[in-house]
């Protein structure tokens, strides 16, 4: 009998690609038919009309559809084939690939640009400051309108800086019979702790409150409090990770809360594909800024190196956004570790009641999806089902395999 095709019931899709795939590969298509057009219009114009410098401006832009290009085509063949079997982790790195492409592209963009412009540095040519200043100014529109439909309904914030404080939900209401405590986790600048405030009840005795937390692997811990005036502050420190149920016990009353801790957005999550198309448009349109003001200053003080200086310069600025490109793309091409707190965070969770991770392996498949390998040691019965429910609150984790070793 033919078994090809058929899915087991234990086996699971491998479907990687962004939550935006569809609406980023939209958007993609809709600025390669602008550049494209633009890029006839200018060799069209520039041959109708002998404008050599409006053909150069022409085929500067056909290099950039044609990155563009490749980014639509890649987001095409990553959602055609994201069921595709012979992708064992899916297509979802498809992108980073496309991406690290777009960077090489870029890089060899910005070496292009420096050569010419130190060249003309040491031999000037004569500028036609009547077409160049209006191309370049055309340019940098259509520049514009491309980042403006790349960017659309892009609302997830990159490489911002985050505090703890924010990761956390970390203040927890308690009713009491004669009103409302505030339960927090204070940790500005310190090691964190509980704290009770005062709400619209009184602030109870020290001694008569208790914080009993209670751990996903069952392990609990009590904590006393201590009298600082304005609130209760718990004697002991709060381990980390901050995920658990915790009972506060007031007098005779007991209040149970929950805590749990939520990953942040950062480099794995970045959609690389979508960056490099950004970036080829932004980094055309500050060369198209640089362009202009040298051409001005060129055409009113007779600084005619000012043209090849802004080129020196737009080249620099290029080179680095290509660099900045590569080095991310091409280490999760060779499944670098994407986010070494997350990886802290799995350690902290395992290790939390005992257990040891014996060895990890972190990398990313897609954007915002993960992949892991760990292998736990344990000297209690447990099962890989255990570990992967306790794991289940970093969502990232979309592909999760976990070894389990009994130790003496």
Known sequence: MNNIGKISPLAHRHVFIGVDHK????????????????????????????????????????????????AALAYSFARKHKDDPRFSFGTGKLGDLAGFTSAIILAMIALLIFYEAVRRVFS?????????????????????ASAWLL?????????????????HDESRPIETATGRLVLDVFED?????????????????A???????VRPGGSAQVFLMADKGAYLESVD??????????????GGQVSRVIFAEHEHAGAADRDNNM?????????DAAVSVLVIVGLILAKIFFWLWMDPLAGIIGACVIANWAYGLIRDTGSILLD????????????QTIEADGDQLADLHLWRLGPGHLGAIMSVGTKRERGAAYYKAKLARFQSLSHLTVEVQPIA
Request: hydrophobic share 45%.
């Open 23 to 70: 609406e980023s590969e939209s958007r993609t298509w809709k600025v390669v038919w602008l550049c494209g057009a633009m890029m006839i219009l200018e060799i069209a114009g520039g041959i109708w009309f002998g404008s050599i410098a409006l053909v150069a401006d022409g085929l500067h832009m056909s290099t950039h559809a044609g990155a563009l290009l490749l």
């Open 207 to 213: 001694q008569q409150a208790v914080i009993e937390t």
């Open 151 to 167: 960017s659309g309904g892009n609302h997830h914030g990159h490489g911002h800086g985050h505090s703890h404080g924010a990761e």
């Open 124 to 144: 000037p040519v004569p500028i036609h400051f009547a077409e160049a200043i209006p191309i370049a100014g055309l340019g940098l529109c259509v520049n514009i």
């Open 237 to 250: 420190e709060i381990p980390e990770p901050h995920a658990f149920a915790a009972n506060v016990k007031i």
């Open 275 to 283: 960056r490099a198309a950004v970036v080829h448009v932004v980094a």
């Open 336 to 347: 670098m570790n994407p986010d070494q707190d997350l990886a802290e965070q799995l350690r």
């Open 189 to 205: 600048g310190v090691p964190p702790r509980f704290r009770l405030y005062a709400d619209t009840a009184a602030l109870p005795n």
